[in-house]
């Protein structure tokens, strides 16, 4: 069977794929069907943290698989319970719900924030502010908190309740907040957007505004969390606690999972009934994400993306001297991008040829989201690769 040609005839083409069957991978390479090795500097879109096919999360599947998949939320179970424990202790949160991806996570979120107003006696109090840029996924809720058109074309009418502001500007927010705001969501950094970050002073004084009208603040760290941007969360590099978080990509290291966290005093909107999801936080993916906690903390990977984020960001930054076609250089920890001049699509493809898996947004920024195990002669490869490119 050619694997390409047979995907490309039965599957629906929600995808620009590239033309690479991969079979294999171990730690921060893939391999394809012809044995061609790559550097993996996307990790699955911020998915494979802890790299491909890692021993010790593959035990903790077989363990598990031995002896529970999957029943009901109906009923409890000890991973999932241990997860929860977890997240809530290492974290501003005391409550938990699981999903099974990053927008099913933000549609809790959205449902949480209006939820909570509704129980308070204040049902006109709906509408969510978000920012341009901003990307919250692809199910009809998360795409209408999404501000960014281009991805939103063909499916009108989008869910109605969602204001949209530039990112980092204080003013425009305060000008947009009125009666019916209920929420604010954004990203600490905008990923797919543009890795654009927010500044201190921002985030500070968002924290302030919702405090003092009363509305909630949403964090949506799918991207950002799980020691992506050299913390555990990317809110505990400005000190400023949301009363929302949402979860999922790296939790999981490649497996299905998501995760909505919140204060008490929102989460007890949520009701038996209020909401649920059938395969939220199953016994066997809570157990293999458990895992990918345990070796996050326990083998100082976080400690390696801060310091290799660094020196990953400062040879871009000497590329970016070097080469005039370079606008600039952003990022936090391994979640680093450089904005072009240039379309950054034949860079991607020209990558790819020599052995990097490397990623393009917006048309023309770089996007570089390795394993958080990346060495730092696997960063002198690419730049060298980026230097004879550019």
């Known amino acids: ?40 500097f996307v990790s ?12 010790k999360i593959a035990n903790a599947l077989f363990e598990q698989a031995q002896k529970l998949f999957h029943v009901s939320n109906l009923y ?63 199910t009809m809720a998360s795409l209408s908190a999404t501000g960014q058109d281009k991805i939103k074309h063909g499916f009108n009418p989008l869910l109605e309740g969602f204001d949209f502001i530039p990112f980092n500007d204080i003013d425009a927010l305060k000008k947009k907040i009125n009666s019916e705001t209920c929420a604010v969501i954004l990203e600490p950094i905008q990923g797919e957007g543009g890795i654009n970050l927010a500044s201190q002073k921002y985030i500070e004084e968002v924290r302030h505004i919702c405090n003092e009208t009363g509305i909630l603040l949403i964090f949506d760290e799918i991207q950002t969390g799980i020691g992506r941007t050299g913390k555990l969360f990317a809110y505990q590099h400005f000190g400023v ?84 076609n ?29 052995g990097f898996i490397i990623n393009c947004i917006q048309g023309k920024i770089l996007r570089f989201i390795p394993p958080l195990i990346i060495k730092e002669k696997d960063i002198d490869n690419l730049i060298d690769c980026l230097d004879n490119i550019l």
């Not at 966290?261 to 199953?282: M, R, Y």
């Open 1 to 40: 069977m050619n694997i390409m040609q047979t995907a490309d005839k039965v599957m629906m083409s929600t995808y620009k794929r590239f033309p690479i069957v991969f079979t294999k991978g171990n730690g921060t390479t893939l391999w394809d069907e012809q044995g061609k090795a790559y550097t993996d």
């Open 44 to 55: 699955g879109i911020a998915v494979c943290n802890l790299g491909h096919a890692h021993p």
């Open 76 to 138: 409890y179970t000890e991973p999932q319970t241990r997860l929860a424990f977890w997240l809530v202790e290492n974290s501003f949160a005391d409550k938990v719900f699981f999903s099974n991806s990053g927008a099913e996570a933000n549609e809790s979120a959205i449902k949480l924030a209006r939820k909570y107003f509704s129980e308070k006696g204040e049902k006109n109090r709906y509408k969510i502010i978000s920012m341009l840029k901003s990307f919250h996924g692809r």
């Open 241 to 324: 606690e949301p009363d929302i978080m949402t979860l999922a990509k790296a939790l999981g290291n490649g497996l299905p999972i998501g995760a909505m966290l919140s204060k008490d005093f929102v989460a007890k909107a949520f009701i038996p009934g209020s909401h649920a999801s059938t395969f939220g936080g199953t016994p066997i993916i809570t157990a293999a994400s458990l895992e990918v906690l345990k070796i996050l903390t326990e083998e100082r990977v976080i400690e390696n993306c801060r310091k290799v984020g660094l020196y990953f960001k400062d040879k871009l930054n000497l590329l970016k001297e070097k080469h005039d």
């Open 326 to 354: 370079i606008v600039a250089v952003r990022g936090l920890g391994l979640l680093l991008g450089i904005e072009l001049k240039i379309e950054g699509e034949d860079i991607v493809k020209k990558c790819l040829e020599q």
